[in-house]
């Protein structure tokens, strides 16, 4: 018989473990456009003789230079499909299972090794608020289980932390750099924690904990950067320079955000008001006692503040530490019935507002209409299927995942304005037409039935409530409805 105590890091793993488990089922789809197109379509593809993003050199269409991704956490997802593919497991929706499964079981490692880094630094009772908010913090189990690069080198970085913190030993410096070095690999941004990291030792004068820990990391990313794009490309680094490179002419042009406290808003605002106030001033007490942990995590917020490309998921890295810091940070005031009643009262207000979003979060089915749209296409018996993405009534369309149809050659074509002639391209006979929102819908499609008389209603595809919501909040949020009509069209 199972026993509970909310002071037990066994019960805490439980329920990290059941709220993940939830989102594995529960909440398939994907959350953006990074996480998705950059990393589930071009693994995929390759499994299938593809090359989704024409990021190899050897691929038709590519540019003959590398366009500063790196291969490695897209490798794994390739190594993935392709061990699924040999088992014969083949159909997209339980490949994602599967695919959510095993980002969720990794997510694990976060909340375990923050638990033993506050213990370390601190006490059990510090370990165990810790853990019961890395465990249902409501964003942290969606975000787990999506191809999120920012969250799926955390396991790599906290546990390479951990590492440095058990033991202050040049091994475990070396082994505590691999590890972080695999987190870096990941995410090249994620260099700047780690620098962070090195010039507290360095200052300390702890060279020799410093280089092992430098040289752990630069052995990781001299074979996952260095020889990996070396076989690739013919010489090491080509992504990484491709990627510094890219920023620095173009990247402060993309999405600039003036903002320059939006990521300690988001921080403190995914833990609600007055937690995340709370955890805010406890992260900048904590500067001094718990500077091994305070630089780095400042050094990176700073980084992503100065730069002008701002985006809220960038700074899910070191949300971990900030919510460690902020705990740690706290209990450095003098103690007072105050500072009790306030920590008592922020967290009672905390998991009011955290647990039914938590509930919302981790069964939110995000981009359901695209992704259901194209399923509805898997073996369906036609190869290269010629889709007329039908928009032209709110002007737009969105960007339909193919991994989800299995089919890697199909030819999208768009219509996003009225003026625009009905086939767009006048020569092309369409297989599917995808009609986007529901605004003149059927006036739309009575225009379509004059062409293809034998059209036939497939699929209706609705977006989640969730997705629902986001669009009314932010009409960025391109969450729409979508009818699948086959043309019947015969050649």
């Known amino acids: 018989m199972l026993k509970f105590s909310i002071n037990s890091y066994k019960t805490i793993l439980f329920f990290a473990i059941f709220v993940r488990l939830i989102a594995v089922l529960f909440s398939p789809g994907y959350g953006m456009h990074d996480d998705h197109f950059l990393i589930i379509e071009a693994s995929a593809s390759w499994v299938d003789g593809y090359d989704y993003n024409h990021w190899l050199p050897w691929t038709e269409g590519n540019t003959g230079m590398p366009e500063g991704h790196s291969f490695t956490y897209v490798g794994l997802n390739y190594l993935y499909f392709a061990a699924m593919k040999f088992l014969g497991l083949i159909d997209p929706q339980l490949l994602m299972v599967g695919n959510r499964f ?15 880094i506050t213990e370390k630094l601190s006490s059990k009772e510090n370990a165990i608020k810790v853990g019961w908010i890395l465990a249902l913090l409501w964003i942290l189990p969606f975000v787990s289980v999506r191809n999120l690069v920012e969250v799926a080198a955390l396991p790599f970085l906290v546990a390479g932390v951990w590492i440095l913190l058990k ?12 590890l972080i070095g695999m987190a870096v690999s990941f ?31 630069l052995i990781v990313f001299g074979i996952t950067q260095g020889l990996v794009d070396s076989l690739i490309w013919g010489y090491p680094f080509a992504e990484l320079h491709s990627y510094v490179s890219y920023n620095m002419k173009e990247g402060t042009t993309y999405l600039p955000n003036q903002n320059y406290f939006m990521y300690f808003i988001v921080l403190t605002g995914s833990l609600f008001v007055p937690l995340g106030l709370v955890m805010l001033t406890g992260f900048f007490k904590s500067y001094k006692q718990y500077a091994v942990l305070f630089i780095p995590t400042l050094v990176f917020i700073l980084f992503h503040t100065l730069y002008p490309n701002r985006q809220e998921r960038f700074i899910l890295s070191v949300l971990p530490f900030f919510i460690i810091l902020g705990v740690l940070g706290y209990q450095l005031f003098k103690d007072s019935n105050f500072k009790k009643r306030l920590w008592k009262v922020s967290m009672i207000i905390f998991w009011i507002l955290n647990i039914p979003f938590l509930f919302f979060a981790s069964t939110m089915y995000s981009k359901k209409s695209r992704v259901e749209a194209m399923n509805h296409l898997y073996n369906n018996n036609i190869e290269n299927e010629r ?18 149809a299995k089919s890697w050659h199909c030819i999208f074509v768009e219509r996003t304005d009225t003026t625009m002639d009905l086939k767009v391209n006048p020569v092309m006979n369409y297989d599917y037409i995808f009609f986007f929102d529901e605004k003149d819908l ?45 043309t019947h069209f015969v050649d």
């Open 102 to 116: 095993i980002h969720a079981m990794a997510s694990l490692v976060v909340v375990w090794y923050g638990m033993k």
């Open 187 to 217: 995410r090249y941004q994620i260099g700047v924690f780690a620098i962070g990291i090195a010039a507290y030792y360095f200052f300390k004068g702890q060279f020799k904990l410093c280089f092992s820990f430098s040289a752990g990391i």
């Open 442 to 486: 059927q006036k739309r499609i009575q225009q379509y039935k004059d062409l293809y008389p034998k059209m036939k209603l497939e699929k209706k595809s609705y977006p989640s409530s969730l997705d629902v919501l986001l669009r009314e909040l932010n009409p960025r949020n391109a969450n729409e409805y979508i009818e699948v009509w086959r």
């Open 167 to 178: 033991n202050a030993t040049l091994k475990n410096f070396l082994i505590g750099g691999l």
């Open 387 to 404: 889709i007329l993405l039908e928009g032209s009534a709110a002007n737009r369309v969105s960007m339909m995942p193919k991994f989800y």
